[in-house]
């Protein structure tokens, strides 16, 4: 799991973003099973009612489900899937425009640089913060 | 009740090493001088004997040899000695172990779910158990090398003595073992009225640290002078007034009390006051 | 819950304590933060009754301490609180004897969890073991709370990320954990509150969550921010 936390912002609401980038990108893929609220704590190393919390939220969210006593699984709702990745597409978009337009670039110049940079580094297309 | 003995059969752990060389001690120096002032009496006698001397003459000039002979030497009464202060020590040493040098061990004892006094009556009892543990092998000692004694020097030349002329022959052996059962409880019971004031001293002082010293002095003033108020109104105002009978009882009143205030003054402390 | 109500506290004629009031919830870790000195271990010992204090109170699920309270909340000191000459197995037994909330098979587990060999005597062991020892000591106990002082204080990297594993596992889970520390960094991301302490009282008593959430802020903003003011 490779995840950085930082101290600012929420801990659960970086757990949240977290699981919804690897939704986002099919690395959890619909219907997978996932840590335990207590394991996952454990390899963060975060609180256990923090790791609760983000469960919690994402179960509200639509995020997870849980069935009874096992193990939580990501949605297999293929409609919730699509959402989260254009909330995280729009997210990223918003960034970069509101970057750009603080600096004055044209649109047209920035969409130029977007084609010659955009397979230059794969680790970019990953989405990061 | 669980928690008191086990932290008494703890504490009686603890000591057992320091215990066991002090009996191996007490056996090993008085059998040796035993050995040794026997012998050295025997070749004297051998050399007289030799010389053409009588054993009458010997006898009368050379004094017979009694268990006596040995008490009066470092070989018998230099353990007990060692013995006494070893104890002495420990009665203080019982308590400040188990804070000092790398020491944290208090902690663990304050938090132990029992009444914080059973760790009072622990130490307590672990001493008064120690005491009697060496007069009664001390006894069982004496027994044993008046054996080796009758042994080592032949009927003649030895004056037998009874285990109460032993003791009484010994200076200060009587205080240890009294004539009476009464005497008995009287001298040990002064003696464990005292252990139970010097405990509260120690955590007076553990408690307050400097001015604590000054508190436990005072402390056991105070219980000095209530022990023996009976006498001090004897002598004074009262001038004589009661029968020695009355004396006994009264005393043995004011040292109940005295211990009971130990008890309470500990109980206190250790509760509300102690810290590590 | 444990509440500490207003306590004081002078050593000779400074006052360490000065009115100092928190809470630390059960199934919660509570962090009290501070410079050495500023009196978190006294803090630590008065809760437990290992220490007076002048005035205040301290309450553990609404009572005051009494002896059966020790089976319901243990105390990690910064020292190890067994005799030197004991060996690892002399002290679990010694916890099994005095305790009824002593859980052998969580010792025996936690044995393992920390490598450690119980014919070894406590005055062989490394400084970052005989703390593993303490800790051992007080996690195998079924109580409901645990006090730690400093549990990270000079033990190297690999045993501070044992001791931060254990804050992650079942063998705290549900327990209400208070803990002394000034290496916040270390454990960030484990605190549920806060506790900043200058000068005898609470400077601020917060939700890490909440005040991330709400200000932005990590606890060493927040700390910053307080001692400065």
């Known amino acids: 799991m490779n995840i950085k936390l930082n101290s600012r912002d929420p801990v659960y609401i970086q757990v949240i973003r977290y699981f919804k980038e690897q939704i986002a990108t099919g690395i959890l893929e619909p219907g997978q099973e996932i840590a335990s609220r207590r394991e996952l704590a454990n390899k963060l190393k975060i609180n256990p009612n923090t790791a609760q919390r983000a469960y919690k939220e994402m179960e509200e969210q639509g995020l997870i489900f849980t069935e009874g006593n096992l193990p939580s699984r990501i949605t297999k709702d293929e409609v919730i899937i699509k959402h989260v990745r254009e909330e995280l597409i729009l997210e990223a978009v918003n960034t970069f425009i509101a970057s750009i337009q603080s600096i004055n670039v044209p649109l047209e110049e920035a969409v130029e640089l977007i084609k010659k940079n955009y397979h230059k580094n794969p680790n970019e297309q990953e989405g990061n913060q | 009740m669980k928690n008191f003995l086990k932290l008494t059969n703890f504490e009686l752990n603890r000591f057992s090493k320091i215990y066991i060389t002090l009996i191996g001690l007490t056996l090993v120096m008085q059998t040796i001088g035993m050995i040794l002032l026997s012998s050295s009496y025997m070749s004297d006698v051998e050399e007289q004997l030799a010389m053409g001397n009588s054993m009458e003459w010997i006898t009368i000039n050379l004094g017979t040899f009694s268990f006596s002979s040995l008490t009066r030497t470092f070989w018998f009464g230099g353990p007990i000695i060692i013995a006494i202060v070893t104890l002495l020590i420990y009665v203080f040493f019982i308590w400040y172990r188990d804070w000092f040098g790398k020491n944290t061990f208090i902690y663990r004892l304050l938090m132990i779910p029992t009444a914080r006094i059973n760790l009072f009556f622990a130490k307590a009892s672990t001493i008064f158990l120690m005491v009697l ?104 105002i009262l001038n004589e007034f009661f029968y020695p009978i009355e004396i006994f009882i009264l005393m043995a009143i004011t040292g109940l009390v005295v211990i009971s205030g130990s008890i309470w003054m500990s109980h206190y402390l250790l509760n509300k006051k102690i810290r590590v | 819950m444990i509440e500490v109500k207003d306590i004081t506290k002078k050593f000779g004629r400074k006052k360490v304590l000065n009115g100092v009031s928190f809470t630390a919830n059960k199934g919660e870790i509570t962090c009290l933060i501070g410079i050495n000195g500023v009196g978190k271990t006294t803090i630590l010992n008065a809760i437990m009754n290992l220490t007076p204090i002048n005035s205040g109170e301290v309450l553990i699920d609404g009572e005051k301490i009494h002896k059966e309270s020790y089976e319901k909340i243990t105390f990690i000191p910064d020292a190890i609180t067994m005799l030197p000459q004991m060996r690892i197995a002399d002290a679990m037994q010694f916890m099994a004897d005095f305790y009824q909330s002593w859980n052998q098979v969580r010792a025996d587990e936690l044995l393992s969890f920390f490598k450690l060999d119980p ?95 709400n200000e932005g802020k990590s606890i060493i903003d927040v700390m910053r921010e307080v001692y400065q003011a």
């Open chain 2, 133 to 236: 543990g060496l007069i009664s092998l001390q006894l069982v000692f004496i027994l044993l090398e008046n054996e080796l004694l009758k042994i080592l020097v032949s009927d003649a030349f030895r004056e037998d003595q009874s285990l109460k002329q032993i003791i009484f022959n010994f200076d200060y052996m009587g205080v240890l073992y009294p004539n009476s059962i009464i005497q008995f409880f009287i001298n040990y019971g002064i003696g464990f009225m005292a252990v139970f004031v010097i405990f509260t001293g120690i955590l007076f002082e553990r408690c307050y640290r400097l001015k604590g010293i000054l508190f436990g002095i005072l402390f056991a003033g105070v219980s000095l002078l209530i022990f023996i108020s009976p006498i001090l109104l004897q002598v004074t």
């Open chain 3, 119 to 213: 014919n070894d005597r406590i005055s062989s062991l490394s400084k970052g073991n005989t703390a593993k020892v303490n800790m051992l000591l007080g996690l195998a106990l079924d109580v409901d709370y645990l006090l730690m002082d400093e549990p990270f204080s000079g033990i190297d990297i690999f045993s501070r990320e044992q001791i931060a594993d254990v804050f992650t596992s079942h063998l705290v889970e549900d327990r209400g954990v208070v803990i002394t520390t000034h290496e916040i960094s270390d454990i960030e991301h484990l605190i549920d509150k806060a506790v900043i302490l200058n000068d005898g009282v609470v400077l601020r008593e917060f939700n890490a969550e909440d005040v991330r959430e």
